[in-house]
C-alpha cells in the first residue's frame, strides 16, 4: 500500500498509462506542428471518440501548435470563442464544438484551394432546385454528378443529372475505391460521389457542391473534416409534404416512403454547420454560394 491508500501495483500502472497518454498526445501535437495532420482532423477524432487519446487533448495544448498563435494569443481565442482554457477537446458541448470547428475551418482554408459545400435535407426541400439554380447563376461553382442505380426519369440526362449505372457497375465503382462517399438511398437506390472529379477541382481552385443525403454527409464529414455542411429545412412540414405531392415524380407508396426516411433526416440537423430555410430559391442559393466563397458572387457576410 502507498501512503494514500492504493495499492502499490495499481499506483504504477495508472502511472504508466498516464505517462503513455501524455507521450501519445505530444505525437499527436507534432504531427499537427509538423502539417501530418490537420488540427481540425483531430479535433473531429476526439468529437468521435471522447474518451481517446484526441479527447483527452486541452484545447489550449491544440491551439498552440497552430502557426502564430502563442500561449497568449490562444487565450485570447478561447475568450473569444467562449471556451474555458482548462477544457479538452472531449469534454466539449455542441455549441463549443461548433464554434471552434467553424474557427479551425476558416482558418485551414487554403489560399487557391476551393471550398467543398455537401447540400443536404429532407426529400422534397428544394435540394435539386436549388443546385440547379446555383448551376445556370454560378458556373464558376462545380456541382458534383453522382452515380446512381436509380433509372432516369423523363427529361433527366446521363452525365448531366446523374451518370445511371446498372448494379453491377455500381459495384466495380466501390471495388476501385471510386467514391468519396456513397449509400443507399431511401432503402432503395444505391447514390455516390465519384472522388477523382472533386478532389481536381478543389485543388484547381473551384469550389465544389455536392447534393447527397445526410449518410453520405456524415461519410464526408469523416473523409474530408473542412467541408462545411449546409441542411435545407422547409418552412414547415406541411410545406415539405405539398412540394413532394405537387411534385409528382413519386407513387403515393414511394412518397410514403421519403417522408418516413425526411422525419429521420430533419432529427439530424443539429450535425450540420448550417441551416437554411428554402423559402425562396434565390435567396436560399445566395445563402448556399455564400458559404462556397466563389470569387465574384456577392457576399452577405
Ligand atoms: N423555395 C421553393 N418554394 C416553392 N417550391 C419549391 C421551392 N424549392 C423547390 N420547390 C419545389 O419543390 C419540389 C421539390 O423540389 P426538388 O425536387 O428540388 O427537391 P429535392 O430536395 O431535390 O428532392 P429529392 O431529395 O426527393 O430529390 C419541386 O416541385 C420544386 O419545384
Ligand atoms: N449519399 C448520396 N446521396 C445522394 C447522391 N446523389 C443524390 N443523393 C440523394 O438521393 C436522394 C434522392 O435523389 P433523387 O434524384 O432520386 O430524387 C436525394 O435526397 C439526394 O440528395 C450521392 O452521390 N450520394
Do not use: C
Amino acid at each position: 500500500m502507498t501512503a494514500d491508500g492504493m495499492p502499490e501495483v495499481d499506483r504504477a500502472a495508472a502511472s504508466r498509462a498516464a505517462i503513455a497518454a501524455r507521450r501519445a498526445r505530444a505525437e499527436v501535437k507534432e504531427a499537427v506542428r509538423t502539417g501530418r495532420r490537420s488540427a481540425l482532423d483531430v479535433a473531429e477524432t476526439a468529437w468521435r471518440d471522447p474518451s481517446g487519446i484526441e479527447g483527452g487533448m486541452r484545447v489550449r495544448d491544440l491551439l498552440t501548435t497552430l502557426k502564430g498563435l502563442g500561449p497568449a494569443r490562444t487565450l485570447t481565442v478561447l475568450d473569444r470563442l467562449g471556451i474555458a482554457p482548462v477544457k479538452r477537446l472531449g469534454g466539449l458541448g455542441h455549441r463549443q464544438r461548433a464554434v471552434l470547428r467553424d474557427w479551425l475551418k476558416r482558418r485551414s482554408a487554403v489560399p487557391g484551394h476551393g471550398r467543398l459545400v455537401v447540400l443536404a435535407g429532407p426529400t422534397a426541400v428544394g435540394k435539386g432546385t436549388v443546385s440547379a439554380f446555383i448551376r445556370e447563376n454560378f458556373p464558376d461553382v462545380m456541382l458534383s454528378v453522382s452515380a446512381t442505380t436509380r433509372r432516369p426519369r423523363p427529361g433527366e440526362i446521363d452525365g448531366l443529372h446523374y451518370f445511371f449505372v446498372d448494379d453491377a457497375g455500381f459495384d466495380r465503382m466501390i471495388d476501385s475505391g471510386e467514391f468519396l462517399e456513397w449509400a443507399v438511398v431511401h432503402n432503395l437506390s444505391r447514390y455516390g460521389t465519384p472522388r477523382g472529379p472533386v478532389q481536381e477541382a478543389l485543388a484547381s481552385g473551384r469550389s465544389v457542391l455536392l447534393e447527397i443525403d445526410l449518410d453520405g454527409a456524415r461519410q464526408v464529414r469523416a473523409a474530408m473534416p473542412e467541408a462545411t455542411l449546409v441542411f435545407l429545412l422547409p418552412p414547415t412540414w406541411e410545406e415539405l409534404v405539398r412540394r413532394l405531392v405537387g411534385r409528382g415524380t413519386e407513387s403515393p407508396e414511394e412518397q410514403a416512403r421519403r417522408l418516413e426516411t425526411a422525419r429521420v433526416e430533419l432529427a439530424a440537423q443539429d450535425e450540420f454547420d448550417a441551416l437554411v430555410v428554402n423559402d425562396d430559391v434565390r435567396r436560399t442559393a445566395a445563402e448556399v454560394v455564400d458559404l462556397l466563397a466563389v470569387p465574384g458572387a456577392p457576399s452577405r457576410a
